[in-house]
C-alpha cells in the first residue's frame, strides 16, 4: 500500500504543477515514445509538456514502463560443491515530473538540460534451480537438478534525476530526444542484500553498477502538433 501511495503523491505533484503550467504555458503537447538508449534494457513512455511564455522553460510529466532484460549468474557453493542457477527479470511502472530549460529556441535542434523527480515501482522475479554436486565416479547417481522456485519481489525507488539532451525534430510530429540520464538515489536504490543486486535494472532510474546513468535515445511521436 505504501508504494501506490507514494506513486499517488508523485502523481499528484506532477497534477498540481502541470495544472499551473497548463494556465499560463503558451504551448503544450502529449509525447508517447520508446528509449532505446538503455538496450537491452527498454522503456515506453508517455510524457506531457507545457511549454512556459518564454520558450525557454517547461513542466514536464511522464508515465512509463521498464522492461529489464534477463540476468544469469551460477553460484557456486565451495563447501557443497553444489551450484545455484539464479535467473532476475525486472519490469514496473514508473512516474516522473521535472522541469526543462532550451538552451535555444526557434529551431530544429534544441538542446536542454532538465531536472525531475522519479517514483518507480518495479517487481523483480527471481528463479533458483539448486544443482547437486556431480559424482562421476558412481555408476548410478540421482544428480537431476532440484526443480525451479520462483518468488516475486516488489519493490519502490524514489530519485532525483538530472539530463543533458538534445530534442531533434525529424518531421512534424515525429521527434528524436538523444542525450544522457542520472539519477541520485533517495530511497529504495541502495539498500541490495548481496552485490549481484547492483547489476539489477529499475524502471526509471537505471543499473546502480553504472553509477544509475543511462543513454537516451528516445523517439517520440507527438499526439498534438
Not at 508517447?32 to 537491452?40: F, R, S, W, Y
Not at 563447501?79 to 526557434?106: I, N, S
Not at 519502490?156 to 525534430?169: C, D, E, F, N, P
Request: glycine share 12%; charged share 20%.
Amino acid at each position: 500500500m505504501k508504494r501506490f501511495n507514494r506513486m499517488k503523491r508523485v502523481l499528484l505533484l506532477g497534477g498540481l504543477l502541470l495544472s499551473f503550467g497548463t494556465g499560463v504555458a503558451q504551448r503544450w503537447e502529449n509525447r508517447v515514445g520508446v528509449n532505446l538508449g538503455g538496450l537491452p534494457d527498454l522503456s515506453l513512455d508517455v510524457g506531457y509538456e507545457a511549454l512556459l511564455p518564454n520558450q525557454r522553460w517547461s513542466l514536464t510529466a511522464e508515465a512509463g514502463f521498464g522492461f529489464g532484460t534477463v540476468h544469469h549468474e551460477l553460484i557456486p557453493n565451495a563447501q557443497t560443491g553444489e551450484t545455484t542457477r539464479f535467473w532476475q527479470y525486472t519490469r514496473g511502472p514508473y512516474a516522473r515530473v521535472g522541469l526543462r530549460h532550451y538552451m535555444l529556441k526557434g529551431t530544429r535542434i534544441r538542446p536542454f538540460a532538465g531536472t525531475g523527480l522519479t517514483v518507480s515501482m518495479f517487481r523483480r522475479t527471481n528463479v533458483t534451480q539448486l544443482v547437486p554436486k556431480p559424482e562421476p565416479w558412481r555408476l548410478f547417481c540421482d544428480c537431476k537438478p532440484e526443480p525451479f522456485v520462483f518468488e516475486n519481489q516488489p519493490g519502490t525507488a524514489l530519485a532525483m534525476t538530472g539530463a543533458v539532451r538534445m530534442s531533434v525534430v525529424l518531421t512534424r510530429r515525429m521527434l528524436l530526444d538523444v542525450g544522457v540520464q542520472k539519477a541520485w538515489g533517495l530511497n529504495g536504490t541502495n539498500s541490495f542484500q548481496n552485490p549481484m543486486e547492483r547489476r539489477f535494472f529499475t524502471p526509471g532510474v537505471g543499473v546502480a553498477s553504472r553509477g544509475y546513468v543511462q543513454a537516451v535515445f528516445a523517439l517520440k511521436y507527438r499526439l498534438h502538433p
